[in-house]
């Protein structure tokens, strides 16, 4: 595949610090974007990226002069990175959806995972439940980022484990999330297979 120009959000750690170093190795392309990039960015354009601040909660009117800004450097985007919790990357006009189980990054750091207090009562237990976890989890996930990230890629370029298959829509990466997928759909078949009957009864009597 020719050399192409990926812009990627949420750069200043974890994930999105993979794909720029992976794909500057790769030969292609990159607009590492995050909060504040020029202070928070400084490695990564010593290794070869552009970069853009750019904050994805602003108004839409700002995002939009960003992405002029972003096409300007070097007068075309082929591949959007979505790095925001979930992975959403591909062609500008073809993207898919990364659904990823839990891996080694700072996303759960203290200073990343912020807590508010609930205005509801009954929700604190809840909250608490879910800062016990993250913190729990910090530094604990099993998944390899490194390896992730070689896999979108893979997948976004067509080559190495994706060479000869078709694009999918939705891609779960992780047996965590593997195993809370089949879970879920074998829970919705049997449903379907238990209430046949009448999922079927529907269609107007000829």
Same mark, same amino acid.
């Given at each position: 595949?020719?050399?192409?120009?990926?812009?990627?959000t949420g750069?200043?750690?974890g994930?999105?610090e993979?794909?720029?170093? =992976?794909?500057?190795g790769?030969?292609?392309r990159?607009?590492?974007?995050?909060?504040?990039?020029a202070?928070?960015?400084?490695s990564?354009?010593e290794a070869?990226?552009a970069?853009l601040?750019l904050?994805?909660?602003a108004?839409q009117?700002?995002?939009d002069g960003?992405? =002029?800004e972003a096409?300007?450097?070097y007068?075309?985007?082929d591949?959007?990175? $979505? $790095?925001a919790g979930y992975?959403?990357?591909?062609?500008?006009?073809?993207?898919?959806?990364?659904?990823?189980?839990?891996f080694?990054?700072?996303?759960?750091?203290s200073?990343n995972?912020?807590?508010e207090?609930?205005s509801?009562d009954?929700y604190?237990?809840l909250?608490?439940?879910?800062a016990?976890?993250a913190?729990?989890m $910090?530094?604990? =996930?099993p998944?390899?980022?490194? #390896?992730?990230?070689n896999?979108?890629?893979?997948?976004?370029?067509g080559?190495?484990?994706?060479?000869?298959k078709p694009?999918p829509e939705?891609l779960p990466l992780?047996?965590?999330?593997?195993?809370k997928i089949?879970?879920?759909?074998t829970?919705?078949?049997?449903?379907?297979?238990e209430?046949?009957?009448?999922?079927?009864?529907?269609?107007? #009597?000829?």
């Amino acid at each position: 595949m020719p050399q192409l120009t990926w812009l990627i959000t949420g750069c200043s750690s974890g994930l999105g610090e993979h794909f720029v170093h =992976q794909l500057l190795g790769r030969g292609d392309r990159v607009i590492a974007t995050a909060r504040n990039g020029a202070s928070r960015l400084t490695s990564l354009k010593e290794a070869g990226a552009a970069i853009l601040d750019l904050d994805v909660t602003a108004p839409q009117g700002e995002l939009d002069g960003k992405i =002029q800004e972003a096409i300007a450097i070097y007068g075309i985007i082929d591949v959007l990175v $979505n $790095n925001a919790g979930y992975i959403e990357a591909g062609m500008v006009e073809e993207a898919v959806l990364f659904q990823l189980g839990f891996f080694r990054t700072k996303v759960m750091d203290s200073g990343n995972v912020k807590a508010e207090a609930p205005s509801i009562d009954d929700y604190k237990e809840l909250n608490t439940v879910v800062a016990d976890f993250a913190g729990g989890m $910090n530094g604990d =996930q099993p998944g390899d980022p490194e #390896k992730s990230v070689n896999i979108m890629i893979d997948v976004v370029k067509g080559e190495g484990v994706a060479a000869g298959k078709p694009m999918p829509e939705r891609l779960p990466l992780g047996p965590d999330v593997l195993a809370k997928i089949r879970d879920k759909y074998t829970a919705y078949l049997e449903i379907c297979k238990e209430w046949k009957i009448v999922i079927v009864s529907t269609d107007i #009597k000829k």
